[in-house]
């Protein structure tokens, strides 16, 4: 049986701003009340999906969430009509408010954990949704994301999905941006890497220990085949409140930066002794400095394999403007190793709330059985990733600065948006304004 990997990303809500929510993330803190441009973020988005596509490999896509998120802001105490709600969280709590607007479900690398079937006991793929319990805007997304994932992949007989797990920081779990997979074919059983953190003197670690265990309990993996690796501090305190900001593992290649773990000599030991296959493309701390992979998400890469065996790296342009990234990203194709292609794709309304192309999405990895059972409408072609474009072109804003979260008109909008895209999708009253 064939296997592909399908990327699923997520299509970028008509709500994307720039509101500073998540401290240890640098360009957040930075960009915080910058005005962004909805219509060109969501743009971006699907631009690396046609460019995904382009090069022959699978694409799908997670649709964006109901924002502003009005069940939250009721729960917490704002009555009245829906515009009322609007109004008086904006004139009380702005700042819990903007929490309620964030777009940030756009970055799928966190929506999830994924095990296919080749690796887990009883030959489901499974899924856990992250519970994202580190930042509240984040945390939101949990339970709708998690209902994502079953409409989508709604198989029983080949999908098993476990609801994020509780206990909210104690079992803080970010999805697949703290997890690669391993493997010399997609189809075959794989070695899954977890990469934990511990608090850092400046920021706090998002991903627990104690969660990616869990994890990898629910999802049946074989514990000869699973390897926990701790994130290095220094990498944290430099702005790495993800692992995939230093680092991408993909078929037999685990790409990423000398101070990405804590004690890199140990981990590479039991890395190897999991996958003997492993090839470690290591950027060098004199050539490329933790400061540079933040600036310019080096690591943040997609690292894809090709339908002819070879492998691509697909990169922010922030990569290919810095000299010392882009003369190591240049090293490593000359190189004789698995990676001999770089395309370099603009996604900076994204970049400039720290989301790069490889937290934009959520590997899934299927047999073509699999695959067919998954709801068609959320995997791409042309005509679809066309369709998409003209819904963005007729509903988006081109321009959101922070007062315009204010106004209720911008929730009409934004509802409206989500209600043409759950007809396009057939999707039927599934978010939680149309119920
Ligand atoms: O969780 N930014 C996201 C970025 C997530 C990037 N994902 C991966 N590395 N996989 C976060 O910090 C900023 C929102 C704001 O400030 O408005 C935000 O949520």
């Given at each position: 049986?064939?296997?592909?990997?399908?990327?699923?990303?997520?299509?970028?809500?008509?709500?994307?701003?720039?509101?500073?929510?998540?401290?240890?993330?640098?360009?957040?803190?930075?960009?915080?009340?910058?005005?962004?441009?909805?219509?060109?973020?969501?743009?971006?988005?699907?631009?690396?999906?046609?460019?995904?596509?382009?090069?022959?490999?699978?694409?799908?896509?997670?649709?964006?969430?109901?924002?502003?998120?009005?069940?939250?802001?009721?729960?917490?105490?704002?009555?009245?009509?829906?515009?009322?709600?609007?109004?008086?969280?904006?004139?009380?709590?702005?700042?819990?408010?903007?929490n309620?607007?964030?777009?940030s479900?756009?970055?799928?690398?966190?929506?999830?954990?994924?095990?296919?079937?080749?690796?887990?006991?009883?030959?489901?793929?499974?899924?856990?949704?992250?519970?994202?319990?580190?930042?509240?805007?984040?945390?939101?997304?949990?339970?709708?994301?998690?209902?994502?994932?079953?409409?989508?992949?709604n198989?029983?007989?080949?999908?098993?999905?476990?609801?994020?797990?509780?206990?909210?920081?104690h079992?803080?779990?970010?999805?697949?941006?703290?997890?690669?997979?391993?493997c010399?074919?997609?189809?075959?059983?794989?070695?899954?890497?977890?990469?934990?953190g511990e608090?850092?003197?400046?920021?706090?670690?998002?991903?627990?220990?104690?969660?990616?265990?869990?994890?990898?309990?629910?999802?049946l993996?074989?514990?000869?085949?699973?390897?926990?690796?701790?994130?290095?501090?220094?990498?944290?305190?430099?702005?790495?409140?993800?692992?995939?900001?230093?680092?991408?593992?993909?078929?037999?290649?685990l790409?990423?930066?000398?101070?990405?773990?804590?004690?890199?000599?140990?981990?590479?030991?039991?890395?190897?002794?999991?996958?003997?296959?492993?090839?470690?493309?290591?950027?060098?701390?004199?050539?490329?400095?933790?400061?540079?992979?933040?600036?310019?998400?080096?690591?943040?890469?997609?690292?894809?394999?090709?339908?002819?065996?070879?492998?691509?790296?697909?990169?922010?342009?922030?990569?290919?403007?810095?000299?010392?990234?882009?003369?190591?990203?240049?090293?490593?194709?000359?190189?004789?190793?698995?990676?001999?292609?770089?395309?370099?794709?603009?996604?900076?309304?994204?970049?400039?709330?720290?989301?790069?192309?490889?937290?934009?999405?959520?590997?899934?990895?299927?047999?073509?059985?699999?695959?067919?059972?998954?709801?068609?409408?959320?995997?791409?072609?042309?005509?679809?990733?066309?369709?998409?474009?003209?819904?963005?072109?007729?509903?988006?804003?081109?321009r959101?600065?922070?007062d315009?979260?204010?106004?209720?008109?911008?929730?009409?909008?934004?509802?409206?948006?989500?209600?043409?895209?759950?007809?396009?999708?057939?999707?039927?009253?599934?978010?939680?304004?149309?119920?």
């Amino acid at each position: 049986m064939s296997y592909h990997e399908y990327n699923f990303d997520g299509l970028i809500g008509p709500t994307h701003n720039y509101a500073g929510l998540s401290f240890g993330n640098l360009a957040s803190a930075t960009n915080a009340g910058a005005v962004s441009n909805p219509k060109e973020a969501a743009l971006q988005g699907l631009g690396k999906m046609r460019a995904v596509m382009a090069m022959g490999l699978k694409q799908g896509f997670l649709p964006p969430q109901d924002r502003p998120h009005l069940k939250t802001l009721r729960a917490l105490g704002f009555a009245g009509s829906d515009a009322q709600v609007i109004e008086r969280a904006g004139k009380q709590e702005p700042q819990l408010l903007a929490n309620c607007y964030a777009a940030s479900c756009m970055w799928t690398a966190n929506a999830g954990t994924v095990a296919p079937s080749p690796d887990t006991q009883d030959g489901k793929v499974h899924f856990t949704g992250a519970n994202l319990a580190a930042n509240f805007h984040r945390s939101i997304e949990a339970e709708t994301t998690a209902r994502t994932l079953a409409h989508i992949f709604n198989d029983d007989g080949a999908f098993m999905h476990h609801p994020p797990l509780p206990g909210a920081m104690h079992f803080g779990d970010e999805g697949a941006a703290n997890h690669g997979r391993l493997c010399e074919a997609h189809g075959d059983k794989g070695v899954h890497l977890f990469v934990y953190g511990e608090d850092g003197k400046k920021f706090p670690a998002r991903q627990k220990k104690r969660a990616s265990e869990a994890v990898a309990r629910n999802h049946l993996l074989d514990p000869a085949q699973t390897v926990f690796v701790q994130q290095s501090k220094a990498a944290l305190d430099a702005g790495a409140f993800h692992n995939d900001v230093m680092g991408v593992a993909n078929g037999t290649v685990l790409f990423l930066h000398e101070h990405s773990f804590a004690d890199p000599k140990a981990a590479y030991a039991t890395i190897r002794q999991a996958a003997p296959f492993v090839e470690v493309i290591e950027a060098p701390a004199d050539k490329v400095s933790l400061e540079d992979c933040i600036k310019s998400y080096l690591f943040n890469s997609q690292l894809l394999t090709l339908p002819g065996g070879e492998m691509a790296l697909l990169l922010p342009q922030e990569a290919e403007t810095n000299a010392a990234v882009k003369a190591f990203v240049d090293d490593t194709l000359s190189k004789n190793n698995p990676i001999n292609r770089v395309i370099y794709k603009n996604v900076r309304e994204s970049m400039r709330n720290g989301g790069g192309p490889a937290c934009l999405r959520l590997r899934v990895v299927l047999s073509e059985a699999e695959a067919a059972t998954a709801n068609q409408h959320f995997i791409l072609d042309e005509e679809k990733i066309t369709k998409l474009e003209g819904w963005v072109s007729a509903h988006y804003r081109d321009r959101l600065a922070p007062d315009d979260l204010l106004d209720p008109d911008l929730m009409e909008e934004s509802f409206a948006a989500m209600q043409a895209l759950t007809d396009l999708l057939g999707m039927g009253a599934f978010y939680d304004f149309q119920r």
